[in-house]
């Protein structure tokens, strides 16, 4: 996500390539989907302007995020969740701010990204 913002993307491909490395060995432990995948791809699409990527990095539901490996990054996920959902006007966005400001806690960043998407 960092090398995509920067825009440097051959740093990012190298990163990607990691990260598939890695999901291949602990995939049939944690299954296929992750929130912390989501956070960051729906991210990079937030600050590239590309609404309907980060809608697709973002589709589910954060609250489906139930497993052990996805606890502290289900509030990032609902911040970016319901940032999405306003930038893209999306009929439920004031919904899914409440909901994601129940789920961001105590986390202040998140927290923070929740205010702005209210504001």
Do not use: C, K
């Not at 980060?54 to 589709?59: C, K």
């Not at 409440?98 to 927290?111: E, L, M, S, T, Y």
């Not at 923070?112 to 998407?117: G, L, M, N, W, Y």
Request: aromatic share 8%; net charge positive.
């Amino acid at each position: 996500m960092a090398h995509g913002i920067r825009g440097d993307l051959e740093e990012r491909r190298a990163w990607l390539d990691i990260v598939t490395q890695m999901r291949r060995a602990v995939a049939p432990v944690v299954g296929e989907r992750t929130a912390y995948l989501g956070v960051f791809d729906g991210l990079l699409a937030l600050h590239r302007g590309d609404l309907a990527g980060a809608l697709s990095s973002v589709s589910e539901d954060p609250e489906s995020f139930r497993r052990w490996h996805d606890g502290a990054w289900r509030q990032w996920y609902a911040a970016v969740w319901a940032e999405t959902a306003v930038l893209a006007r999306l009929s439920d966005r004031r919904n899914r701010i409440a909901r994601a400001r129940f789920i961001v806690g105590h986390n202040p960043v998140a927290a923070a990204i929740v205010d702005r998407a209210d504001a």
